[in-house]
């Protein structure tokens, strides 16, 4: 039986944030949505309740949220972040921080990954060296979690990081989305290969017109 | 029923050349294997000639394989790429050029995407304008080509292109590695997400002592 967490969703009243929190609540872990504004983040709690039939989603401003939780997810957009993520350095330090950031670009052509020397995940290890950053959770879709809840059993969660324990805990942490324990795909540094390939999913989705996901072929996880 | 084509495997020495020299061969398409050496070439020609039990394959220089090619596979190191692309300059203009070269570097750490401006398959098309660049095959394992002759039905191979027409003439020629028509991941700058995102399959494959391979949920092709 995987533990009990109370998890702070930072960037809460996006549709990847929205959606992760209900997995996460769906999955019996306390959520607290985080915004700047807390009445903003408690309207999405309340919508999410809605839908789980519960209380177990409630909301407050960024930092209350991140300093009531013991795991942080980080689904903010990427303009910005560096911003965010300082101004939250404080209450993020120690705590396992799931970045989620994708840091892609949109033109006529459609998505692409922008030329970065560091991910988003990498980024806040930078601005907060004591907290313990993990990227996970970039390549399922918003609408997939949203729509049903049936786990995305087809789908895998890619977790990486540097601190083996914490990364462990997402591994776990991802069975609320796909019934599964996440992939170990390995150092945090990685991120910048996963985040990015989101536009390869988007571009995906236009093509297709479908939500398509990744899986790992040859992997056996727990 | 596809159709059959002569395809020339620039690098055909090495791992992934070889691997998807057999597979094309196995699906009955001629090929000829390109190296520096035309003599080390054959031999590698030989050795699959005789796991296929047929004479499907041969080997050549560099130039003239690709001189008499109507489909070209870049499966070279990244070191060196540019220049040895650069080379064959007048021989790939006009040409379906399939690129599947992984600019990664290695550390203590492990595998990681090179900080890059533009992935390999772009450095080709900018290099041959006239080059019909498909980014493909980044993903199947030199071993799972090799080992055994059953298509690998669980992968997908993710293919890129700005020639529509070209892009899908290697959609389906995927189907000689996976059974089945390649995916259109979109625009040819994608390569850059699809070629590093290797160093994540590598990485996974030292932790769970595995093949890992890709594969994408919600996408069906013809």
Redesign the interface.
Known sequence: MNQIHTIAVVGGTGPQGRGLAYRFALAGHPVILGSRDAGRAQEKADEINAKLEAETVSGATNADAVGAADIVLLAVPWDGHADLVSSLAGQLADKIVISCVNPLGFDA??P??L???ESAAQETQRLVPQARVVGAFHHV?AL?LWKTQDA?T??DV?V?GDDDEAKSVVQDLAAAVTGKRG?????L??A???E??T???I??NK??K???????????EG
Chains 1, 2 share one sequence.
């Open positions: 052509d459609g692409y990954g030329v970065l020397e879709a997939s995305l087809h789908e890619l990486c992939i170990d795909a390995g150092r540094r990685l910048r290969q996963l990015p390939l536009a390869v999913l571009s995906m093509r297709y479908t939500r398509s996901g990744v899986a790992i072929t040859g992997v056996q």
